[in-house]
């Protein structure tokens, strides 16, 4: 069954610890790994797509990376801002696969 | 350039009756694809519309409708409504499929509250 599986549930960091969220994947003929960041009440809003394992992007304080079975998302010195839903997908056939999210929250 | 609009942004109806939520992608943007979002089942798949086409349906039952007119605009319908269907629902618009770009750009979402 194509499934993405996100860890942790919740994380509460202090302002400025770096920590790392956790994308595992199986998911058949993956064609490529989104994330994304959705705060409360909004629509989840697009920060990465990763398409081979190895690749990188980065983006502000974000780093993302894919491996074969699992994608990161790196966050470095984080601030409260920061703090949100982040969401990963995997897109196998033209169709969507998210998994249940990781909140973050940053306290100052 | 504007992003994907959704209305009403938020509904209460009752259980029985049926509801009409639209959606109007990015302009250029022909693929749309609706999502049903709940804190128990996260972001679930409704169902992708191209070129007024459904191309992909989720595992939601007959109830779940939806269409896209030649504007590229969607819209989607629930009937008989019931306590469980109570979601943000989602839409996201992308580029036409084949072009090698799977990016999603979703809206704000129309919160249903279904009493």
């Known amino acids: 069954e194509d499934q993405v599986t996100q860890s942790p549930e919740a994380l509460r960091l202090q302002e400025g610890e770096s920590s790392s969220l956790n994308c595992s994947y199986t998911v058949s003929g993956l064609r490529g790994l989104f994330w994304y960041r959705q705060d409360p009440g909004k629509g989840p809003e697009f920060l990465f797509t990763l398409y081979s394992a190895g690749e990188e992007k980065e983006k502000e304080r974000l780093k993302a990376t894919l491996t074969k079975k699992e994608s990161f998302l790196h966050i470095t010195a984080p601030k409260p801002e920061d703090s949100a839903t982040y969401l990963c997908?995997?897109?196998?056939?033209?169709?969507?696969?998210f998994g249940t999210g990781t909140s973050l929250t940053v306290i100052p | 350039k504007a992003g994907v609009t959704q209305t009403p942004r938020y509904l209460i109806k009752t259980r029985g009756q049926q509801v009409t939520l639209s959606c109007s992608p990015i302009s250029g943007h022909r693929s749309v694809s609706w999502y049903q979002q709940t804190p128990g089942q996260g972001l679930q798949f409704l169902f992708e519309y191209f070129s007024e086409t459904q191309r992909n349906k989720g595992n939601f039952p007959g109830r779940f409708s939806g269409r896209q007119f030649s504007n590229s605009r969607s819209e989607m319908n629930v009937s008989t409504l019931e306590l469980g269907d109570s979601a943000l629902y989602l839409c996201?618009?992308?580029?036409?499929?084949?072009?090698?770009?799977?990016?999603?750009?979703f809206g704000p979402g129309t919160r249903l509250t279904v009493t």
């Open positions: 997908a995997g897109v196998a056939g033209n169709q969507f696969y």
């Open positions: 996201a618009s992308s580029l036409e499929p084949g072009t090698g770009s799977y990016e999603q750009y």
